[in-house]
């Protein structure tokens, strides 16, 4: 089954303590992303990456970091999380100009 | 800057009743655009997706239209029933340095389908 899969699918964490959200992908995509979703804000871009050990900014990146060392894997990284970083998170991948497949989501909360 | 609006922002509709909902967005260099049905703490699942060239795109009930001279898109669902009931959004994919962007995402409408 073609499915995006997000690691944990929730985690509560505290302020400054290091975090990956994983995110894998089975359709052999060369396109995947990173959106976070906040009341009022909607779904907003933080990374994404073209293809393997290509990643680039999107419209919200501060706090964050990714790297794509293999093209089915896409992490998200929280070096020193705060609070403000406390949302619902999503992985996408697409192939080409095909629709976005997305993940179920991951619901952090940092306190 | 791409800005893309989708109104209203909630609708609560009977049973039986064709609706339409709308998507706006300000700059019509974009690749594509694509509705998605987001239902509560789940994540998004693809409904339709236009391509810049085309004016419409059919799945069931659901009927699509991209207008991207005047930067509209309409989601018509036909005969609505309760399982409709979910958050629709509306996303363009923008076309950045001449290559394929981000998607740029509405807020969506919220909608209520009642038995």
């Known amino acids: 089954e073609a499915q995006v899969t997000q690691n944990p699918r929730y985690l509560i964490t505290v302020t400054g303590k290091k975090l990956t959200v994983t995110c894998s992908q089975n359709?052999?995509?060369?396109?995947m992303s990173w959106y976070r979703q906040d009341p009022g804000l909607g779904l907003r871009q933080i990374y994404y990456?073209?293809?393997?050990?290509?990643?680039d900014k999107g419209d919200v990146p501060e706090g964050y970091k990714v790297s794509r060392k293999e093209k089915r894997n896409f992490p998200l990284i929280l070096e020193s999380p705060s609070p403000n970083q406390t949302s619902l998170y999503f992985c996408?991948?697409?192939?080409?100009?095909?629709?976005?497949?997305f993940g179920d989501g991951t619901r952090l909360s940092i306190l | 800057k791409q800005e893309v609006t989708q109104i209203p922002a909630a609708l609560s509709v009977p049973e039986g009743e064709n609706l339409v909902l709308n998507c706006s967005f300000t700059?019509?260099?974009?690749?594509?655009l694509q509705w998605f049905r987001q239902d509560p703490g789940k994540g998004l699942t693809s409904l339709l997706l236009?391509?810049?060239?085309?004016r419409e795109q059919t799945s069931g009930r659901l009927n699509a239209s991209l207008d991207k001279s005047s930067g509209r898109s309409t989601l018509y669902i036909a005969a609505s029933q309760p399982g409709d009931s979910a958050t629709y959004l509306c996303?363009?994919?923008?076309?950045?340095?001449?290559?394929?962007?981000?998607?740029?995402f509405g807020k969506g409408t919220k909608l209520s389908v009642k038995p």
């Open positions: 996408a991948s697409s192939s080409g100009l095909q629709p976005q497949h």
């Open positions: 359709m052999n995509h060369e396109y």
């Open positions: 990456s073209m293809n393997v050990e290509v990643t």
């Open positions: 700059d019509s260099a974009i690749y594509n």
């Open positions: 236009i391509q810049s060239s085309q």
């Open positions: 996303a363009v994919r923008r076309i950045y340095g001449g290559s394929q962007g981000n998607l740029i």
